[in-house]
């Protein structure tokens, strides 16, 4: 009895796996397609300077507009493109498109420094993404320094010596880079001041919780504090509330990024929303909170 139970049990286990991965394919399988059948979407977030309150850059964030399941974020589906190599052609998507966005809105005249997007590890280690920014930057004839590609301190930790060579390189193409969910992969500093960066983006986790969790105050505090010793910019990410953002503005954070300004919204919104743009005016809050 316990021998069938135990058969039983393999069989459902198994079953729900193939299931689980037949669901997967599917949808890996319609991945593939999304860059050749137009699903993809690029949404924009703007960056705005603590100080001055202006937006001083957006960030691309890729969105899977789906047949059937609708707007897909991308912690569904990239991990699913990283995993199948997809994700080298998804982000020379990302890139030509981001490029073409930033030649739109510099014809525009808006005043904006930045745009950046999002790299994946696997494009850092295995794609020629040299090659692919060298060309989206020449197809569009964009000023390099307008473009600027966030990699996450997890993947340069991931092949060390390479990331060295390969940022050293997208830096001789003039382009900004910065490092994305900062104070999650342990990097030490002695390697994060051989890395050629303009900019440390601190990871939502200690935004989010910053103004209750002293812990993660002292750790944003000392973020700051070494990026500046750096002579790197630093970005508050996930700003949700006027308190987090004083709090990052009184620690001497440079620009903060989150809904609190705005969520990430398509292209032709973010024209508009620029166009119609007043600086961002944070109020003066309890005193004490702050220090
Ligand atoms: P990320 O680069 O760290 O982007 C920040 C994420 O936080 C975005 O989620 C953004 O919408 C969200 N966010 C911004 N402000 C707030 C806030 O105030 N509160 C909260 N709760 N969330 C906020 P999103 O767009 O879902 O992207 C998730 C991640 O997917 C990104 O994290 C990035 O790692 C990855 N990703 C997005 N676009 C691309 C891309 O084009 N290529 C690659 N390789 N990865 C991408
Ligand atoms: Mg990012
Ligand atoms: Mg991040
Ligand atoms: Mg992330």
């Given at each position: ?58 960030e691309?964030l ?12 991308p912690n569904?589906?990239i ?37 950046a997007?999002n790299v994946s590890a ?28 966030e990699i996450t301190e997890s993947s340069v930790m991931l ?19 910065s490092i994305d969910d900062f104070g999650t992969g342990y990097s ?9 960066v303009?900019k440390l983006k601190i990871d939502i986790a200690f935004v989010r ?10 750790i944003v505090?000392?973020v ?10 630093i970005i508050g990410e996930g ?18 990024q ?34």
């Amino acid at each position: 009895q316990a021998k069938s139970r135990g058969r039983g049990m393999l069989r459902f286990f198994s079953m729900e796996m193939m299931g689980r991965s037949k669901a997967r394919l599917t949808l890996e399988a319609a991945l593939r397609q999304s860059v050749e059948r137009d699903e993809l979407r690029l949404y924009y977030q703007p960056q705005v300077d603590l100080i001055s309150g202006e937006i001083v850059g957006v960030e691309a964030l890729v969105r899977w507009q789906h047949a059937e399941r609708g707007l897909i974020p991308p912690n569904e589906f990239i991990p699913l493109a990283e995993e199948s190599g997809y994700v080298v052609t998804l982000g020379d998507w990302v890139l030509r498109t981001a490029c073409r966005q930033i030649k739109q809105w510099a014809g525009l005249g808006l005043p904006l420094r930045q745009v950046a997007v999002n790299v994946s590890a696997v494009q850092l280690s295995r794609g020629k993404l040299v090659e692919s920014v060298k060309d989206a930057l020449q197809e569009t004839g964009i000023a390099p320094g307008m473009l600027e590609l966030e990699i996450t301190e997890s993947s340069v930790m991931l092949d060390r010596e390479r990331s060295l060579e390969t940022l050293a390189s997208l830096k001789a193409l003039g382009v900004q880079l910065s490092i994305d969910d900062f104070g999650t992969g342990y990097s030490s500093l002695a390697y994060l001041q051989q890395l050629e960066v303009d900019k440390l983006k601190i990871d939502i986790a200690f935004v989010r919780d910053m103004t209750t969790n002293s812990n993660n105050a002292a750790i944003v505090k000392a973020v700051i504090a070494l990026g500046h010793s750096l002579g790197l910019e630093i970005i508050g990410e996930g700003v949700e509330t006027a308190d987090q953002a004083r709090h990052l503005r009184t620690l001497r954070c440079d620009i903060m990024q989150g809904y609190m300004v705005s969520r990430p919204i398509p292209g032709a919104e973010m024209t508009q929303f620029m166009r119609t743009f007043k600086p961002v005016v944070i109020p003066a809050g309890d005193q004490r909170a702050a220090g």
